[in-house]
C-alpha cells in the first residue's frame, strides 16, 4: 500500500503560483508514474500531469502546457506540482496518485489507471 498526503495548496491571486507537494509512504515509490488531478465543484476529476518512475518522461494537460511543470524527488519520495501564471480557472482541489504499476513508460491520464490518492489539497485562485 501507498500512502500520499499533499501540501502546499493556498489562495493566490490570478498570475500568481504555487507550489504543491506530494509525500509518499507505505509503499514502493521509485517505481510508480506518479500524476495530479484536480476536482473543481460540480465537476468531474480531471488529469492535470503525470511523470513516468524516473522522471524522464511527462505529459500535461492542454489546459496546463506551459504553465505547470511536474517533477520528482525519488530520494525524498516526493512529487511536485509547479504552478505558474494561475488563472481562476485552475481552482480545484488537487490530488496525488500513484499508478499501481511499476516501471512502465507510457503515461496514463484516466482517473481509473491509478489505484492510489491522497487526501487533495485546497487552490483557490481569485481573480
Known amino acids: 500500500q501507498v500512502q500520499l498526503g499533499e501540501s502546499g495548496g493556498g489562495l493566490v491571486q490570478a498570475g500568481g503560483s504555487l507550489r504543491l507537494s506530494c509525500a509518499a509512504s507505505g509503499g514502493t515509490f521509485s517505481s510508480r508514474a506518479m500524476a495530479w488531478f484536480r476536482q473543481a465543484p460540480g465537476k468531474e476529476r480531471e488529469f492535470v500531469a503525470a511523470?513516468?518512475?524516473?522522471?524522464?518522461?511527462?505529459y500535461y494537460a492542454d489546459s496546463v502546457k506551459g504553465r505547470i511543470t511536474i517533477s520528482r524527488d525519488n530520494a525524498k519520495n516526493t512529487v511536485y506540482l509547479q504552478m505558474n501564471s494561475l488563472k481562476p480557472e485552475d481552482t480545484a482541489v488537487y490530488y496525488c496518485a500513484a499508478d499501481t504499476r511499476h516501471y512502465v513508460y507510457e503515461l496514463a491520464t484516466r482517473v481509473y489507471d491509478y489505484d492510489y490518492w491522497g487526501q487533495g489539497t485546497q487552490v483557490t485562485v481569485s481573480s
Open positions: 511523470i513516468s518512475w524516473s522522471g524522464g518522461s511527462r
